[in-house]
């Protein structure tokens, strides 16, 4: 696993492969992780982006193997 930090929207957008109104909009739904005030920046824990990121993975291999 990796080793845990504070992302900011780059590095959120780099791990995700999302665009910025992606991340935003999954934030509102509630599928995507919620981002956090540090002083004035934007922020996210990256333990919970990567298991946004082995979620999406895992499910896109089961869809395949359905397919």
């Known amino acids: ?3 845990r930090s504070i992302l900011r929207m780059a590095g959120v957008k780099a791990r995700t492969g999302l665009s910025r109104t992606a991340i935003y909009d999954g934030m509102k ?3 995507f992780p919620q981002s956090f ?12 982006i990567d ?5 999406e993975i ?6 395949a193997e359905v397919a």
Do not use: H, I, P
Request: with cysteine; net charge neutral; proline share 0%.
């Open 1 to 3: 696993m990796k080793e």
């Open 29 to 31: 739904a509630g599928t």
């Open 37 to 48: 005030k540090r002083g004035a920046s934007t922020c996210w824990d990256s333990q919970k």
């Open 51 to 55: 298991e946004w990121v082995d979620r």
């Open 58 to 63: 895992a499910e896109a291999n089961a869809n």
